[in-house]
């Protein structure tokens, strides 16, 4: 459960469930901020059925964005959910436990956000301690509840199943967006017995389907830019227990996963979504570099098969 309000109240309780996207940030031909795309964007993914939106992730590329682009960018996103009445996460914190707290109190200027999702802290690789302790120090300081976010190929700080559940522990540390590139133990352990209020979202895209199998409460997927509808379709019929139609679904986009992650994320994403002109430019920024044609070109036939299934 998400426990939406300022550090040290008690806020009222808000589910966590489902699919939610992690927004590209489109740019114009000029480099900057394409914000009328990017408010289509956020509007078109929940009128297809997402649970809500997270702003300023990887997908984002927010390490590229300045801090007013990044103000920016969760205006235009704090906008249509609140609108349309989705949940929004953000993206904040670093390896620098007391720049992340400062990162942190700074969303308290948005009614709207829910919750943000905070890496485990990269590069530094503190112990397993030092990872719990990280937590520990920003949720008592957060004026909202925290996912944490496991993703040790790009952290290389693995975790084990005991200290997630240390962290389920931790008042305010309400879930993770767990990426950790496969079906693992530690999943497995997780899942089998779920700590309680403490959600666990799918991070990468190829092993939704199998983690919404064993239980997972839904995924945080770039995927779900394209055939969003279908990624919504496919956690519904594994709550409803519709494993026929589950597998069909997760296998095609499974498929379509692949394809848009055959690049650094989210060039191939930000390519195809140009070409059905959606955004401005298919640009990320430096150091990423625009999808090759071919890859983009890749992605169209599993898109038509898993709109299709």
Known sequence: MIRAGQAGSMPAQIALRGIYVPLITPFGPDGEIAESALADLARQMIDSGVAGLVALGTTGEA???????KRRVIDVCARACEERGAQLMIGAGSSDTRASVTALAGLSAWPQVNAALVP????????EAGVLAHFTALASASPVPIVAYHIPYRTARPLSAATLRALAQVPGVVGVKYATGAVDAEAI???????PGFAFLAGDDLVVSPLLALGAAGGILASAHLATSEFVGLHAAWESGDVRRARALGGVLAALSAAEFAEPNPAVIKGVLHAQHRIPTPDPRLPLLRADPGSVAAVLPRLAAAQTA
């Open 63 to 69: 390490t590229a964005l300045s801090t007013d682009e």
């Open 120 to 127: 485990v802290p990269a590069y530094t690789r503190p112990s």
């Open 189 to 195: 352990d997780l899942l089998g017995d779920p700590p």
